[in-house]
T-cell receptor, first 114, second 110 residues
Framework: SAVISQKPSRDICQRGTSLTIQCQVDSQVTMMFWYRQQPGQSLTLIAT?????????ESGFVIDKFPISRPNLTFSTLTVSNMSPEDSSIYLCSVFTGEDQPQHFGDGTRLSIL | GQNIDQPTEMTATEGAIVQINCTYQTSGFNGLFWYQQHAGEAPTFLSY????GLEEKGRFSSFLSRSKGYSYLLLKELQMKDSASYLCAVRDEGANNLFFGTGTRLTVIP
């Protein structure tokens, strides 16, 4: 299975600032996803990171707030912009490697906004 | 739309068997996944069903009925370390992303 490295693992940020989270995979993967897990909640898909084109966002998530880059088949970034306390969550990167393969997750980024 | 339902919490005794149910109504279906998530950690993959029937993997088994939109995760010989949240997720057809249920927090007691 793919090994997914995510950083930073955690951060504490000030209101109004932005943070970029990186996701690196040890092999080329067709699809990469970004999820959010708010405290005590399950995972919610933010967007699919598309290589070479704009990310595909789920309802309730917009590019201005969560810009995503995917410059190649092994790397993606998610930026959380103009942060507010409501953005305090765990952000998780996940990859799809094939029809008969499970999706695996990075260790997540625990973000707290003061 | 996507609707995936699981019980919020369950409690079971060490050494016993517990069944966690998941029902789903989704616009597309390309497999159902179960993940385990310990507090403060990322989800880890447990099992995957795409065809009807039972998949067994050690102490864990998962069952799927596509016609009923129903799955369950069966944990046998419960251990204290099995105390965690168990997440049911359906993979969307075509898009291949996952939609998660609310998760079931399992507490194993001595």
């Amino acid at each position: 299975s793919a090994v997914i490295s995510q950083k930073p693992s955690r951060d504490i940020c000030q209101r109004g600032t932005s943070l970029t989270i990186q996701c690196q995979v040890d092999s080329q993967v067709t699809m990469m996803f970004w999820y959010r897990q708010q405290p005590g909640q399950s995972l919610t898909l933010i967007a699919t990171a598309n290589q070479g084109s704009e990310a595909t966002y789920e309802s309730g998530f917009v590019i201005d707030k969560f810009p995503i880059s995917r410059p190649n088949l092994t790397f993606s970034t998610l930026t959380v912009s103009n942060m507010s306390p409501e953005d305090s969550s765990i952000y998780l990167c996940s990859v799809f490697t094939g029809e008969d393969q499970p999706q695996h997750f990075g260790d997540g980024t625990r973000l707290s906004i003061l | 739309g996507q609707n995936i339902d699981q019980p919020t919490e369950m409690t079971a005794t060490e050494g016993a068997i517990v069944q966690i149910n998941c029902t789903y109504q989704t616009s597309g279906f390309n497999g159902l996944f179960w993940y385990q998530q310990h507090a403060g950690e990322a989800p880890t993959f447990l099992s995957y069903n795409v065809l009807d029937g039972l998949e067994e993997k050690g102490r864990f088994s998962s069952f799927l009925s596509r016609s009923k939109g129903y799955s369950y995760l069966l944990l046998k010989e419960l251990q204290m370390k099995d105390s965690a949240s168990y997440l049911c997720a359906v993979r969307d057809e075509g898009a291949n992303n996952l939609f998660f249920g609310t998760g079931t927090r399992l507490t194993v007691i001595p």
